[in-house]
């Protein structure tokens, strides 16, 4: 077996009971994820932070969440423990005003919208997302992680993960290897503009949730949808539902109405979450489940977005 350095390690008591299983899963990008591992209890990430690459053990201790971590970028992560499991996200005022949301909710109580900081490292996921089927994006990701990215520090590389590219060098990948990823000029010249100022969106993490969503969308390129999916991430931001995403108006006006909807019915019948309208959101689709798909089987956008 080899050796590795100890890890550096915090413990985490949230004030009320956290699910690990429900918080974490986001930040997993489809199977085959090399920034990602689960076995048991243990999720594994591999992550690139502004302070350097992290291999990242989180396990929950009987209500108590250990996390050890290896590399450059260990205190950077650590620091931030508690908005990673949840502790930005306050459910407290979140009063369900529909008969599934009232059935749904006691079972989604120790859900918490997460903030692990990584604004940059998380826009570049969303941009990949726009536009493409879930299994298309998840395997350009993991295919630009592999070649252009490092290996996780410590036990990490055993496992099989890989860090994420830093942001100059998503900056520096040429034309070619975008296209041979699956990602056409479109997303891929978001990306390399986005991360030229990545510094000024990692900061995003430390400004009020207006602020840093105006950030994001004065990029090119970066719209309603796509600054929504990287707030649900990155900034522990339970007030950002989906607009724009090919089936979530759809679940949720089916699921509160009966008949499919748009993103302005959605918005009317969130209306009354005003704060919490993304939790709103996931408990009407994990209780609801998805529309029933017809018509011959095919390969139908999981992430797309009507508008970036």
């Known amino acids: 077996m080899t050796s590795h350095p100890d890890p550096t390690t915090r413990c985490h008591r949230p004030p009320a009971p956290v699910d690990l299983g429900l918080v974490l899963p986001p930040f997993v990008r489809g199977g085959g994820d090399p920034t990602s591992h689960r076995a048991g209890r243990d ?45 930005r996200d306050d459910p407290s005022g979140f009063v369900p005003h529909h008969d599934l949301v009232a059935r749904g909710w006691p079972r989604l109580r120790t859900w918490r919208v997460p903030a692990n900081g990584l604004v940059a490292q998380m826009l570049v996921c969303s941009v990949l997302e726009q536009k493409v089927t879930g299994r298309e994006a998840f395997s350009s990701q993991r295919q630009l992680v592999r070649r252009f990215g490092s290996p996780a520090p410590g036990p990490g590389e055993e496992l099989g993960l890989v860090c994420p590219p830093t942001a100059a060098e998503w900056a520096r990948i040429p034309s070619w290897a975008w296209l041979r990823a699956g990602v056409d000029g479109a997303r891929s010249r978001v990306v390399v503009t986005a991360m030229r100022v990545a510094g000024r969106l990692d900061e995003c993490a430390d400004l009020p949730l207006e602020q840093a969503h105006a950030r994001m969308r004065s990029l090119p390129g970066v719209g309603v949808w796509t600054a929504a999916e990287v707030a649900q991430r990155a900034l522990g931001d339970a ?28 918005a009317e019948l ?5 704060g919490q309208r993304y939790r709103a959101q996931v408990v009407i689709t994990a209780t ?17 977005p009507t508008r970036f």
Do not use: C, N, Q
Not at 52 to 72: C, I, P
């Open 43 to 87: 999720w594994w990430f591999a992550w690139t932070t502004p302070a350097g690459t992290v291999t990242l053990l989180l396990t929950d201790e009987g209500g108590e969440v250990v996390a050890s971590a290896w590399g450059d970028g260990a205190d950077w992560i650590l620091d931030r423990l508690p908005d990673l499991v949840g502790g």
């Open 239 to 266: 007030d950002s539902p989906s607009f724009g995403d090919y089936h979530v108006a759809k679940d949720v006006t089916l699921a509160l109405d009966g008949v499919v909807g748009d993103d302005a019915r959605m």
């Open 270 to 274: 969130l209306e009354p979450y005003a």
């Open 288 to 304: 609801a489940g998805h529309r029933p798909r017809r018509g011959p089987r095919r390969s139908l956008p999981t992430h797309l």
